[in-house]
C-alpha cells in the first residue's frame, strides 16, 4: 500500500532514518509501488511491497547524504 504521509512509514524505517532520508523513502516505495503494480513486471515473483522497499532503501543509500 503507498504511504500516505510520513507518519505512515514503518516503525523500523521511521526509528533509523532522519526526516530528510524518510522523505527519500516515501517517494520511492510510492513510485515503486506504482511501477510494479503488474506481476510481469516483477522478477522472482517477490510481491509488489517487498520490491518497493528493496528500491526505497537503495533510493536512500544512493541520495541521501548525511
Known amino acids: 500500500m503507498p504511504y500516505k504521509i510520513l507518519d505512515d512509514l514503518p516503525e523500523s ?3 533509523v532514518l532522519p ?3 524518510q522523505e527519500i523513502y516515501f517517494e520511492a516505495f510510492n513510485h515503486a ?4 503494480k503488474n506481476p ?3 522478477k522472482m ?3 509488489q ?3 518497493a522497499h528493496k528500491i526505497a532503501w537503495a533510493a536512500v543509500k544512493k541520495k541521501y547524504v548525511k
Do not use: D, G, P
Open 13 to 15: 524505517v521511521r526509528r
Open 19 to 21: 526526516k530528510h532520508a
Open 49 to 51: 511491497e517487498e520490491i
Open 33 to 36: 509501488w506504482e511501477e510494479y
Open 45 to 47: 515473483q517477490e510481491s
Open 40 to 42: 510481469q513486471k516483477r
